[in-house]
């Protein structure tokens, strides 16, 4: 009998010159009709990990053949860890290398450092230079690599090096998600989760119904969570697309996990595991500016914890914890004028971006860590 296969959906990125397709389906990564009328080069680049090369590079390779008469790769070290300078010199060097010209087309075939760097690089090099996300883990899928925002990490504080820069085209295929370990299944629902309370509360409804079958990662559900994500962050890209007002709301519990992931030193917690317990903590301190009541909170710490993700904050500092956060927090991307800024729900499935007092801010950390 043969399988049901769930239809291409294409989702527009509207950006005037600068728009753009995300396609999402299965089993597109492997074929060459998805990457058909992109920009025309004499040669592409893939840039992927030691981990993803060996599950998905010689499909794309194969897909790409009928358009590139070169085709080079660029393996990077796997993990948050490496998404550095050094690093990203790993990608100028095979360009200058390989004198790449700037028609080069880059493909940045991996999870969201991937992701971040190949469109740093893309942006850079020769002052820009044409790029293709094919995201491999959910959390790219539903977030990274959609609305060109591209960086690296300084210790000091996350994404903090980088530029807004789109890419081409986003092919998110379904299939890839399969072979994703639980964790980085669970950190890719955390982004999926956020969308709920900042702005459609009828999918956080139907991910809560719904949650089991995307644990299993079950195609047509799959497909729906995707399609939605994108959908919503496409509509706050098109409005703000250099986070300028509006589109900092796609950070809610972002403040909270950068921190998290700074302090801990970048690659101890997955991205949407320190997303998924800064959502607690950001909504812990909605309801304590009376914005959201306590009841919501509960759900939402609920449903966090269902999909595997922690709820309690690491205590980076025994001493004084919260100062520890405050410290790492006022090198965040939204604060104004030595101000930091939270994303906070303003009401069940919207959102505003506001200063908070201190001791607030402090005895939410507090409650929220182990």
């Excluded at 998404?83 to 095979?94: E, G, R, S």
């Excluded at 969308?195 to 195609?219: H, Q, R, S």
């Excluded at 499935?349 to 950390?365: F, L, T």
């Amino acid at each position: 009998m043969t399988a049901l296969h769930t239809p291409t959906e294409t989702v527009r990125i509207d950006l005037a010159d600068r728009s753009y397709d995300i396609l999402i389906g299965e089993s597109l990564l492997g074929q060459a009709s998805t990457y058909s009328q992109l920009p025309k080069a004499a040669a592409a680049m893939i840039v992927t990990n030691t981990t993803v090369s060996p599950l998905y590079e010689a499909a794309l390779r194969q897909a790409l053949s009928g358009y590139y008469k070169l085709i080079h790769t660029v393996q990077l070290p796997d993990g948050e860890a490496h998404k550095d300078w050094v690093t990203l010199n790993l990608i100028f060097d095979k360009l200058l290398g390989l004198a790449c010209d700037r028609k080069t087309v880059l493909f940045a075939l991996g999870g969201g450092v991937v992701g971040d760097m190949t469109g740093f690089a893309a942006a850079s090099f020769m002052r820009g230079v044409p790029f293709v996300q094919v995201p491999t883990t959910l959390l790219a899928q539903v977030d990274s690599s959609v609305g060109g925002k591209t960086a690296i990490n300084h210790p000091m504080g996350k994404n903090m090096i980088g530029a807004f820069y789109q890419p081409q085209r986003v092919v998110c295929d379904l299939g890839v998600l399969k072979t994703l370990p639980t964790r980085e299944l669970s950190a890719g629902l955390a982004e999926i989760i956020k969308y709920g309370p900042i702005a459609d509360m009828a999918f956080f409804d139907w991910i809560d119904v719904n949650l089991a079958a995307l644990k299993a990662c079950e195609t047509r559900a799959m497909a729906h969570a995707v399609k939605r994500s994108c959908e919503i962050k496409a509509f706050v890209v098109g409005q703000d697309e250099r986070e300028s007002g509006l589109r900092a709301i796609l950070n809610f519990g972002h403040t909270f996990g950068h921190a998290i992931e700074a302090g801990l030193g970048f690659g101890e917690w997955l991205h949407g595991e320190a997303v998924g317990c800064g959502m607690v903590m950001a909504a812990n301190l909605s309801a304590d500016m009376g914005l959201i009541d306590a009841v919501f909170v509960k759900r939402l710490t609920d449903l966090i914890e269902r999909a595997g993700l922690p709820i309690k904050g690491p205590v980076l500092d025994v001493k004084d914890n919260a100062g520890h956060y405050l410290a790492h927090m006022l090198h965040d991307k939204k604060s104004v004028a030595g101000d930091i800024q939270f994303v906070l729900m303003d009401g069940l499935g919207k959102a505003r971006v506001s200063a908070a007092p201190e001791a607030m801010v402090r005895a939410v950390i507090d409650r929220c860590c182990a």
